[in-house]
């Protein structure tokens, strides 16, 4: 089990606990706000878009080219921190981190 | 119209992809009455676009499909019949018969009963043991049962569930001929140019694609399909058959309920019937079209999703109406289909790009000098670009939109290699 924090715009959070599965998934699947994932993680939609914190975005594995040009279609202007959550796997060596939910995804 | 109230009983007839959108949306929106989801299929509501992709391909496991976990509707107090059809509803007793024998009470009724594959109208193909169609997990494994490398199939339709499969197919390195009664494929939902790219596409990829194909016949020995005998006499022998001629709406138990049906059960823009506190949603729904007026039904996942946000919104008492930009999306190959807005009507088509060699383009469909619709190939800053101009009405240069080197929308680049 790993934990991922996911921090509002407006500075509150929530934290879930699972593994194996991607962000946007965890996130769906605990009713946290901001991250629709419409196309279900089939990196079509954009609606999954976070800001990793800086502290953790060096951990992750790098964006496929699929990933980089889905980017442009996020509703909140994507940053060098931005990820599709759909994308991003929830493992053991992920325990803690932190992501910023857009203030729009659509 | 009745009072919402926070505790009222609300059931869903169905357990697909908006039934389960729903309950999430009416839990997270602090929704505090009982929901009760009746599903005829034996599964915890699940999402089909894997199915004709990544899933049939074997890429992904089946506790990926589902929405959420099972644990999900335990901890949210949602309570989810699964292999249970609902059978009658009574709107004004405000109850509902199910075939395990079951009669439920409700103060809201939610139709999400999706559609059933489209049938071939020929009793020797209801009972031959080697047709299949791709609606539901079971479909699927049943066609990954079955020796796909090597065998010969025949894919009866064009359209995207059928041109999805058949890619797939490919790559698991079947023989495929794809039957298609119109002069081009997907001749329903897209224009000749997309047509033509999805038919050189395909044939590049060594699919056999037969146009303005009428099927004469079925012939069936020993329980299964053997040949497919076509209108201008051809015969194509086949080791496996699927039909993806498209889908009928699931709104019998509707019908039967006093519901205005028609292809769908009928719908206003808050997705309501006429009833009080019955609504409809999803690929069952025909709802106004906004973009063109009149009625219409979509079948894409996130109209499925949009319409139960906004039904559990009204079910809390703030309701709006139904103006999400309709958009759909397929994979096929190696190529990513991205299309919103809708093109019927169109006077003009800009093409961007190259869309006689290479897979990458796209088309915006005009009309009146306004974008309308667009559909991205393997392009989604086109995509993107698209919807806001069909989003914001704006009257774009036809030079601008067939330049791929005028850019559409300016963006400072989120990569640091590029800044
Ligand atoms: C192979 C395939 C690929 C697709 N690919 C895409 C794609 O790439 N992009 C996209 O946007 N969309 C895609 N779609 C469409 C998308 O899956 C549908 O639009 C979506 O599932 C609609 O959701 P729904 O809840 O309205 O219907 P469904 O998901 O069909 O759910 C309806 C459920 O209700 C049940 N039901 C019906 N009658 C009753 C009854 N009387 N009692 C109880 N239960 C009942 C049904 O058994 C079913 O489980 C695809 C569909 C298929 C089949
Ligand atoms: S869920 Fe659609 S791109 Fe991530």
């Given at each position: 089990m790993a934990r991922v924090i996911y921090v509002q715009p407006d500075g509150s959070s929530t934290t879930c606990a699972a593994d194996g599965r991607s962000l946007m998934k965890v996130a769906v699947e605990n009713l946290v706000p901001g991250i629709i994932g419409e196309c279900g993680g089939d990196l079509s939609c954009a609606t999954c878009h976070v800001f990793v914190d800086e502290a953790w975005f060096g951990k992750l594995k790098p964006r496929s080219d699929d990933e980089e040009s889905l980017l442009d279609v996020t509703s909140e202007e994507p940053t060098e921190t931005s990820r599709l959550s759909c994308q991003v796997t929830l493992t053991d060596d992920l325990d803690g981190i932190v992501v910023h939910v857009p203030s729009t995804q659509r | 119209m009745m009072e919402p109230t926070r505790d009222s009983r609300v059931l869903v007839v169905g357990a697909g992809q908006a039934a389960g959108e729903l309950a999430g949306a009416l839990r997270a929106g602090g929704h505090e009455g009982h929901v009760t989801l009746v599903g005829s299929e034996p599964h915890f509501p699940y999402t089909r676009p894997p199915l004709s992709k990544a899933y049939l391909r074997g890429e992904v496991a089946i506790a990926e499909l589902y929405l959420r976990p099972a644990d999900f509707y335990r901890d949210h107090d949602i309570t989810v019949h699964r292999g249970v059809a609902v059978e009658w509803v009574d709107l004004h007793g405000r109850r509902a018969g199910c075939d395990d024998g079951s009669v439920l009470d409700w103060d809201r009724i939610v139709f999400a009963t999706g559609g059933r594959p489209r049938r071939v109208a020929d009793p020797g193909l209801e009972s031959a043991g080697n047709v299949h169609y791709v609606r539901t997990i079971e479909d699927v494994e049943r066609l990954r049962r079955t020796t796909i490398a090597g065998s010969r199939f025949a894919v009866v339709g064009g359209g995207y569930v059928g041109l999805e499969v058949a890619a797939v197919l490919r790559r698991l390195d079947a023989r495929v001929t794809v039957i298609e009664a119109a002069d081009r494929l997907l001749a329903r939902v897209t224009s000749p140019v997309v047509s033509e790219f999805f038919l050189r596409v395909h044939t590049q990829e060594g699919v056999d694609v037969r146009l303005s194909a009428q099927v004469e016949l079925f012939q069936v020995e020993d329980g299964n399909v053997s040949t497919v005998v076509l209108g201008d006499g051809s015969r194509i022998p086949v080791?496996?058959?699927?039909?993806?001629?498209?889908?009928?709406?699931?709104?019998?138990?509707?019908?039967?309920?006093?519901?205005?049906?028609?292809?769908?059960?009928?719908?206003?823009?808050?997705?309501?019937?006429?009833?009080?506190?019955?609504?409809?949603?999803?690929?069952?729904?025909?709802?106004?079209?906004?973009?063109?007026?009149?009625?219409?039904?979509?079948?894409?996942?996130?109209?499925?999703?949009?319409?139960?946000?906004?039904?559990?919104?009204?079910?809390?008492?703030?309701?709006?109406?139904?103006?999400?930009?309709?958009?759909?999306?397929?994979?096929?190959?190696?190529?990513?289909?991205?299309?919103?807005?809708?093109?019927?009507?169109?006077?003009?088509?800009?093409?961007?790009?190259?869309?006689?060699?290479?897979?990458?383009?796209?088309?915006?469909?005009?009309?009146?000098?306004?974008?309308?619709?667009?559909?991205?190939?393997?392009?989604?800053?086109?995509?993107?670009?698209?919807?806001?101009?069909?989003?914001?009405?704006?009257?774009?240069?036809?030079?601008?939109?067939?330049?791929?080197?005028?850019?559409?929308?300016?963006?400072?680049?989120?990569?640091?290699?590029?800044?």
């Amino acid at each position: 089990m790993a934990r991922v924090i996911y921090v509002q715009p407006d500075g509150s959070s929530t934290t879930c606990a699972a593994d194996g599965r991607s962000l946007m998934k965890v996130a769906v699947e605990n009713l946290v706000p901001g991250i629709i994932g419409e196309c279900g993680g089939d990196l079509s939609c954009a609606t999954c878009h976070v800001f990793v914190d800086e502290a953790w975005f060096g951990k992750l594995k790098p964006r496929s080219d699929d990933e980089e040009s889905l980017l442009d279609v996020t509703s909140e202007e994507p940053t060098e921190t931005s990820r599709l959550s759909c994308q991003v796997t929830l493992t053991d060596d992920l325990d803690g981190i932190v992501v910023h939910v857009p203030s729009t995804q659509r | 119209m009745m009072e919402p109230t926070r505790d009222s009983r609300v059931l869903v007839v169905g357990a697909g992809q908006a039934a389960g959108e729903l309950a999430g949306a009416l839990r997270a929106g602090g929704h505090e009455g009982h929901v009760t989801l009746v599903g005829s299929e034996p599964h915890f509501p699940y999402t089909r676009p894997p199915l004709s992709k990544a899933y049939l391909r074997g890429e992904v496991a089946i506790a990926e499909l589902y929405l959420r976990p099972a644990d999900f509707y335990r901890d949210h107090d949602i309570t989810v019949h699964r292999g249970v059809a609902v059978e009658w509803v009574d709107l004004h007793g405000r109850r509902a018969g199910c075939d395990d024998g079951s009669v439920l009470d409700w103060d809201r009724i939610v139709f999400a009963t999706g559609g059933r594959p489209r049938r071939v109208a020929d009793p020797g193909l209801e009972s031959a043991g080697n047709v299949h169609y791709v609606r539901t997990i079971e479909d699927v494994e049943r066609l990954r049962r079955t020796t796909i490398a090597g065998s010969r199939f025949a894919v009866v339709g064009g359209g995207y569930v059928g041109l999805e499969v058949a890619a797939v197919l490919r790559r698991l390195d079947a023989r495929v001929t794809v039957i298609e009664a119109a002069d081009r494929l997907l001749a329903r939902v897209t224009s000749p140019v997309v047509s033509e790219f999805f038919l050189r596409v395909h044939t590049q990829e060594g699919v056999d694609v037969r146009l303005s194909a009428q099927v004469e016949l079925f012939q069936v020995e020993d329980g299964n399909v053997s040949t497919v005998v076509l209108g201008d006499g051809s015969r194509i022998p086949v080791d496996q058959v699927l039909i993806g001629i498209g889908m009928v709406p699931n709104d019998e138990v509707a019908a039967r309920a006093g519901l205005d049906v028609d292809n769908g059960i009928v719908v206003d823009e808050f997705c309501r019937t006429g009833t009080a506190g019955v609504y409809a949603i999803g690929d069952v729904a025909r709802h106004p079209d906004p973009l063109n007026g009149g009625l219409r039904r979509l079948e894409s996942m996130p109209n499925a999703a949009a319409q139960a946000r906004l039904v559990a919104e009204d079910i809390l008492g703030r309701g709006r109406p139904y103006n999400d930009l309709p958009w759909f999306w397929s994979d096929q190959y190696d190529v990513k289909l991205q299309a919103a807005g809708s093109s019927a009507g169109y006077d003009t088509v800009a093409v961007r790009g190259d869309a006689m060699s290479g897979r990458r383009f796209s088309v915006f469909y005009l009309r009146d000098g306004v974008v309308r619709a667009v559909d991205a190939i393997c392009s989604p800053a086109d995509f993107a670009a698209g919807k806001a101009l069909i989003a914001s009405s704006a009257v774009v240069p036809l030079s601008d939109l067939q330049d791929p080197s005028v850019p559409l929308r300016r963006r400072r680049s989120f990569t640091s290699e590029a800044s």
